[in-house]
């Protein structure tokens, strides 16, 4: 399984995508995002809140979802409840086909073309980093259409 490491410093702000660099998963890397509230597969932060990893790939034909070196708060958005508490995390849509995902439900797909929910990454702390390993397929194109 592949896995790299992230300094938990460098996931200073709340509610913004940071993208991870491809390194040793395949062209697309991946992106993160601190959130105040946990949601399935996120894991805390030492300084408050949590902290999730999803491949940076839309599973409909690969496109990259949150550019390298942006930090983008526009494509993140938080649908909050009647008490006003964040109660849905959503990512999108897709630059290429308009997908959305669904990061409080691990990734799952809520609107577009993909049929395939988003990989989330598989995450541990040891240090002042955070350890992103991935669990399954990073680059949709194998999955979808396998040599």
């Not at 909050?80 to 990734?107: F, I, M, N």
Request: net charge negative; glycine share 10%; proline share 7%.
């Amino acid at each position: 399984m592949a896995s790299w490491r992230i300094l938990l410093s460098d996931l200073a702000e709340f509610g913004v995508s940071y993208s991870l660099p491809p390194e040793s998963l395949g062209d697309y890397g991946a992106f993160a995002i601190r959130t105040h509230e946990q949601f399935p597969g996120s894991i805390e932060h030492p300084d408050g809140g949590a902290v999730m990893v999803f491949a940076n790939a839309c599973t409909h034909m690969g496109c990259v979802l949150v550019e390298d070196g942006v930090r983008d708060q526009d494509i993140v958005s938080y649908a909050r409840d009647s008490q006003g508490t964040p109660a849905r995390l959503t990512l999108g849509p897709c630059p290429c086909h308009a997908t959305s995902y669904d990061l409080s439900k691990s990734g799952l797909v809520t609107l577009g073309p993909a049929s395939q929910d988003l990989p989330q990454m598989l995450l541990g702390i040891e240090g002042g980093e955070l350890v992103a390993t991935a669990v399954g397929a990073v680059d949709p194109r194998v999955e979808m259409w396998p040599a």
